[in-house]
């Protein structure tokens, strides 16, 4: 069992930036693939960001690319450094773990994903 607990939403002004958190209790923690998903009212939770165990490797959605950036470091956690935001970056934004083989594929899926965390909100005002 891994237990996600998110961190650092708000509400901000077009153009703000915000920094997510993502903290996990596991004790190996290196062996988990990360992601970050956002869900909207009324629309299907959508794929944002993704790095790899050990941080070999990080995606992103194109509708984020070069404003979103995601890291992690050795001590459970994983960030989403958000830039530039706009107002349809308006959503709940879930913290996710997937582990079991080291496979090269598939991180913008959310079936994917065996653990999630419970959300952080971010609102984006025009």
């Known amino acids: 069992q891994v237990q996600l607990v998110e961190s650092g939403g708000g509400l901000v002004q077009t153009g703000g930036s915000l920094s997510l958190s993502c903290a996990a209790s596991?004790?190996?923690?290196?062996?988990?693939?990360m992601g970050w998903f956002r869900q909207a009212p009324g629309r299907e939770r959508e794929f944002v960001a993704a790095i790899t165990r050990f941080g070999r490797n990080t995606y992103s959605s194109d509708s984020v690319k070069g404003r979103f950036g995601i890291s992690r470091n050795y001590n459970n956690k994983v960030y989403l450094q958000i830039d530039n935001l706009r107002p349809e970056d308006t959503a709940v934004y879930y913290c996710?773990?997937?582990?079991?083989?080291?496979?090269?594929?598939?991180?913008?899926?959310?079936?994917?994903?065996?653990?999630w965390g419970q959300g952080t909100q971010v609102s984006v005002s025009s």
């Open positions: 596991t004790h190996t923690f290196s062996n988990y693939d």
């Open positions: 996710a773990a997937r582990g079991g083989p080291d496979e090269d594929y598939g991180y913008s899926i959310a079936g994917e994903y065996s653990y």
